[in-house]
């Protein structure tokens, strides 16, 4: 990806001497105390491809699951070359491969990314109402997910990790209640995927969609429940606890679907129904694979753990979204307007970092 700006209608066993840390580290990923110099890392990542860092605050970010490209949003008007013209914040994904950043001019929210970095979905102005937009970033091309007339109005996009399917919040007041839609990019055509009776007046909400495009996990707004659907058989499964909760996200293999209640967070597994506890903290997002957490607790502080054995490792101070961690949680991205992450951080303001376990 270019480091210009797009218009993306025409684009582009420990031992004695190793530290608490590192131990917990170490026993978390399996790795011998032979290896213990692999310790977690964390690097700036809104910054210009030269490294300046950015004169405005940057957050919201997500990652592809192997951690190249980072998806974000700030107000910094340095990033790119051409800078900004018009104050605001905008959408920049960033190729830390390469360095390069990409700026996503009509992006009013943080792309979602293919697995490949190659497909973008994210909301912009439609003719009439905000839509649904899915991008080709090799080409420059987009289309608009939602219907093509434009007098619908979508959000909430998230995609599959081919960039074929992409599940969207459809808004129809007042006629119709909102749901849950799909737009299949290789057919051109578009599903409800969300139950509901004909005259329900409940609205559907915060979808999120398995790698394969398979299952689609979404909330019901006027009861609480959450559910997940399954393109492939139909079904329709219910999968919170019993008391009112709110999608958080789906894991990549569909399996693994992390909630909120008032209690807490907690995680079920849709395959064999175990459903796990987390009080006082808040599940911020999941591994592709589903076993790793990030959490959050009431001081703000992030946290990596398995889901099963309860490990933990500190990751960093500040917030996260869903789709911040990537394939078995060697990174997260995070923001904070902690000075202290990295050297020569004196802008005083929210930046997104990148942690990586090794």
């Known amino acids: 990806m270019s480091g210009r ?12 001497g190793v ?5 917990l580290l170490l026993a978390f990923t399996g790795t011998t105390a032979g290896a213990a110099q692999h310790v977690p890392r964390t690097e700036r990542v809104s910054t210009a491809a030269d490294g300046t860092q950015g004169d405005g605050t940057s957050s919201a970010a997500v990652t592809t699951p192997n951690g190249r490209y980072i998806a974000f949003r700030s107000s910094a008007t340095n990033l790119v070359p ?28 943080t792309p979602r990314l293919s697995a490949d970095g190659r497909w973008a979905t994210y909301t912009d102005w439609g ?8 991008s080709d970033l090799s080409t420059g091309t987009r289309i608009r997910v939602g219907a093509p007339d434009g007098r ?19 808004l129809g007041h007042p006629e119709f209640p909102t749901r849950i839609d799909l737009y299949d990019r290789l057919t051109g055509t578009r599903e409800t995927v969300s139950a509901g009776p004909q005259d329900s007046n409940r609205d559907m909400d915060r979808p999120s969609i398995s790698g394969d495009g398979r299952r689609v996990a979404y909330q019901d707004n006027g009861t609480g429940d959450v559910w997940v659907a399954d393109r492939a058989t139909g079904a329709q499964t219910e999968a919170d606890d019993g008391t009112p909760s709110t999608v958080v996200q789906l894991s990549a293999n569909g399996r693994f679907l992390a909630m909120d209640s008032a209690d807490g967070s907690y995680v079920r597994d849709l395959r064999t129904g175990r459903v796990q506890h987390f009080p006082g903290i808040r599940v911020l997002a999941v591994s592709p694979d589903g ?7 009431a001081d703000a502080n992030l946290t990596l753990r398995g ?3 309860g490990r933990e490792i500190p990751v960093g101070h500040g917030s996260a979204t869903a789709g911040s961690v990537s394939a078995h949680g060697r990174s997260v991205v995070y923001s ?3 000075a202290d992450v990295v050297p020569g951080d004196t802008n005083g303001m929210y930046d997104v970092f990148q942690w990586r376990s090794r």
Do not use: C
Request: charged share 25%; proline share 2%; no cysteine.
């Open 5 to 16: 700006a797009v218009t993306v209608s025409g684009r582009a066993t420990a031992a004695s």
């Open 19 to 23: 530290s608490l840390g590192t131990a």
């Open 82 to 109: 051409e800078g900004v013209t018009r104050p605001g914040t905008y959408s920049y994904i960033r190729d830390l491969t390469t360095g390069e950043v990409t700026k996503i001019e009509q992006a009013l929210s």
């Open 127 to 134: 003719s009439r109402n905000i839509n649904v937009f899915l």
């Open 152 to 170: 619908d109005t979508a959000s909430s996009p998230t995609i599959s990790e081919d960039g074929r399917y992409i599940a969207y919040r459809w």
């Open 291 to 297: 076993r790793r957490l990030l959490t959050r607790d």
């Open 307 to 309: 889901l099963y054995g």
């Open 336 to 338: 904070t307007e902690d």
